[in-house]
């Protein structure tokens, strides 16, 4: 596979663009993202160290399985910054969970979660075919972008996430195909 195959775009936005992630994303900087308790505050990573070598299965896992799995680059630099996911998706019902982590703490608020949200749901619903998608999460930043988004928050689980030894509410959010189109066309 050539360097150009790997680096091919799934979806392009205006400042960054998706592509699958894969083995050569293997290095100290993902693996730093990895185990930095405040990038992971809010992931169930949060609580442990990852190794070198659980980072290389997991990439290698990720050829193999029907989730997607994604990495975020920015246009300018062609700087990998994060990564975004389809998991659990279930092509019987349509449906897939978004989960979402920015690791370059320098990209941090500006805008890049919203947008890699955009993407993957325009690859979910446009490129998959998908009807439903789901995200869940403790984070208040992310719940803010997922309302900007259209999304409609469907429940909380009380008190399911630990925190720096306080739990706190997990908010689930989801949007269907139909509402994505119509917030899609009023943004255009």
Not at 54 to 63: A, G, P, R, T
Not at 82 to 105: C, P, R, T, Y
Not at 153 to 181: C, K, M, P, Q, T
């Amino acid at each position: 596979m050539s360097t150009h195959d790997v680096n091919r775009p799934l979806v392009r936005g205006e400042r960054i663009y998706l592509r699958r992630l894969h083995s050569l994303d293997k290095n100290q900087r993902y693996l730093d993202w990895l185990n930095n308790p405040e990038v992971q505050k809010y992931t169930r990573f949060h609580a442990r160290t990852v190794t070198i070598d659980e980072l290389d299965n997991f990439l290698q896992l990720v050829k193999f399985t029907h989730d997607v799995h994604c990495a975020i680059i920015v246009l300018a630099d062609n700087q990998h910054i994060g990564n975004i996911a389809l998991n659990s998706l279930d092509e019987f019902n349509k449906k897939a969970h978004v989960s979402v982590m920015i690791g370059e703490q320098s990209a941090w608020s500006e805008g890049y979660v919203e947008e890699a949200v955009r993407l993957i749901s325009q690859l979910a619903f446009d490129t998959l075919g998908l009807h439903r998608l789901w995200a869940e999460t403790p984070h208040p930043k992310f719940n803010e972008v997922l309302e900007r988004l259209g999304w409609m928050h469907e429940s909380y689980a009380r008190e399911a996430f630990n925190i720096d030894g306080r739990f706190v509410d997990h908010s689930r959010w989801a949007l269907l195909e139909h509402e994505w189109r119509s917030v899609s066309e009023k943004n255009d």
